[in-house]
């Protein structure tokens, strides 16, 4: 039956087409294997385009101290030490080599005086790590990928989107997607599938995600049977657009803070002195979005629910040479001139660092052929991601995973797709269009955002965690007949229906590994339980499905080699 | 509530009709915000493109009353209310559905660019001054509503014959990479048509990024032609020791 199908086959095929999956593209494609890459949206539009502060890689060209165990360390207690120890040395080791190698692509990075890449500060860093081309790196970064991948000849699948992982017995064999254009179905058959499909955040009002964030990758892997692990950890950016309404949740760069912005409440008050004296408006994000978060609560809020954020004391001209697009964004967007006043900001759910459990070295899943790098993958960054930290990420991880992918689709035979499963997938990916009078799937977008905003938010407790996953299992009622209008064609709400099944998953998987973390840390913090607890600071949760149930379990966290204690032990 | 009339193109290749929506408005609320809205709420298969919602990516495109635009970024207040806002896809590109326009065509004309090639044994050490130009061409978020602005695209549909303004930045973005070792005059010549220009500077005036796109790019691309292929005294030159001009 797979003949009724467009089918294209490729030794290794990415999903998504961030910085994660190109650099994991390219990587495979310099192995000798074919690569494709789908994505849902066109060539050079994914989120990667909107990262703004820059790419951490201790380069040392502008604090000649900085150096790969620093970067270590950092990242290690920014992410509260839940880490995966491996990935956050590898990452720190290898971030350099994959910055310079940008460079010989083409990427042109702001400079030194004396002609080299230039670094700027960021919260949790110790050094000025982040390599940055004004507030723009991650459309650099895209481009210099896209433009490389182009030109060592990948296929590229634009504006198409994986509806289910296909199995042959336990291993990956590819995947069923759909042609939004058309709304056909089209099968890729593969020896090695990388997820790099990015995070979740529009599960949540309140975001600075795209559409295209609605963790597809990491429900696709966990309904083959992968791990998913640390799903409690989702980051909300402390500084976020605040007014107007419009533009609530779009991100405002840390680079403002790095640049020397400050954070004031509406008494005028430099609050961050009471709660991260030492490190001020550069203190770790969890810690400021936690901070501006509890001044509004406490009625020191602005006028619109956030807080002060002024980088208007530097000069007119430095402010637009490095930060061009937050200029144009508010003067254009919320009418202020932030050379002259003050912005408001405020939380925004930004970040996923939980997401598919992989192997440090090879970001292989626990499911044969399964490879997931970048967001959608877990293990970097703990409970709390550092700034930068993400970029570099996605070239390192990226990187490893195109090698694993390329050396695994050569030592495997080709796979065999299954019928059933295919058959299967298309009949439940067309129910929505035999549906009459069903609810629409922008409505229970809308509930479900309103929930996780509400419920499973920046502070949580367990009687509101309980409440969204009852809430949760609703959703999945109303779901199961919602019904969508209109054709095949480019219909976004259709689109929309089969995309709230993954968010669903992933909302579940947050609520539960949130409910069952009894304690604050990083980016969990439960009211409830305010405190670290060192027991839970050697475990990960881990989600998997299991008789088609969600089940939960943890995982021990494995020993720290003596010779990185060390380095976590030293003061700089 | 105050609302806003949108009239929307509805339709595809085969042609379409516009249609009228009411739009409640909110302070600061831009045209993408009025489309969402839309299939929030009234139309949800009405076919858009978006990703950041924020200026950078360059997806949402379209003409807003007759205007090239990107729709995330242009205020419903600086619209006149008392007649519809007219949202139609971009022009010179074929309709797939409703807003949503076919651009392939750019995707295939950036695969004849040969890729940035450092020179041999460039020292990998340069400065400032030597990035900005390129930089600002680097800005480019290919919303391509340069292309969709281009007489020689939107009313001569050249398109076999003509690479577009988004082309010509990108090439002078490698050209004048401190770097770059490769020439890339007689392709512009030859193959994407830069001669068809004429310097209307409709493309500069439409760049959301505000990239000098004639003045920056294109006329010192046209002006290395020149000197490569034009240049009287090298033509002479070239007549003598028998070389070719390209």
Redesign the interface.
Known sequence: MTEKFETHEQDVLVIGAGGAGLRAAIEALAQGVSVGVVCKSLLGKAHTVMAEGGIAAAMANVDSADNWRTHFRDTMRGGKMLNNWRMAQLHAQEAPDRVRELEQWGALFDRTQDGQILQRAFGGHTFRRLCHVGDRTGLEMIRTLQDRGVQQGFDVYMECTVVRLLKDGPRCAGALAYWREQGRFVLFKAKSVVIATGGIGKAWRITSNSWEYTGDGMALAYEAGAELMDMEFVQFHPTGMVWPPGVQGILVTEAVRGEGGILRNKNGERFMERYDPKRMELSTRDVVARSIYTEVREGRGTEHGGAYLDISHKPAEYVKRKLPSMYHQFKELADVDITKGPMEVGPTCHYMMGGIRVEAETAQSSVPGLFAAGEAAAGLHGSNRLGGNSLSDLLVFGCRAGLAAAKHAREVSSATLDAAQIEQSEREALAPFQRQAGESPYAIHRDLQELMQNLVGIYRNREDVQRALLEIEKFKKRLEVVSVEGSRMFNPGWHLALELKAMLTVAEAVARSALVREESRGAHSRIDFPDLDPVWGTKNNIVRQEGGAMALRQNPISEIPAELKQILAEDK | MAEATMQIFRG?PDGGKPVEYKVPI?????VL?GLHYI???L?????????????????CSAEVNGRPRLTC?T?IDSLPLDKPIVVNPMKSFPV???L?TD?SWN?RV??KIP??Q?RPGAE?????E??DR??EF??C??CFLCQNVCHVLRDHDNHEQFAGPRFFVRIAG?EM?PL?GVSRTKLLRDELGLGLCNITKCCTEVCPEEIHITDNAIIPLKERVVDQFYDPLLWVVRKISGTSGG
Do not use: T
């Open positions: 595809g909110a302070p600061g609320m831009v915000d299939q929030g709420h139309a949800p298969d009405l076919a858009v493109r978006w990703n950041c919602k924020a200026g950078k990516c360059g997806s970024k205020r797939i559905k409703d949503v651009v995707y950036n695969k890729p940035f450092p990998w050490k340069f400065y400032q030597d990035v390129s930089q680097r800005k978020i290919e490698l990479h770059d």
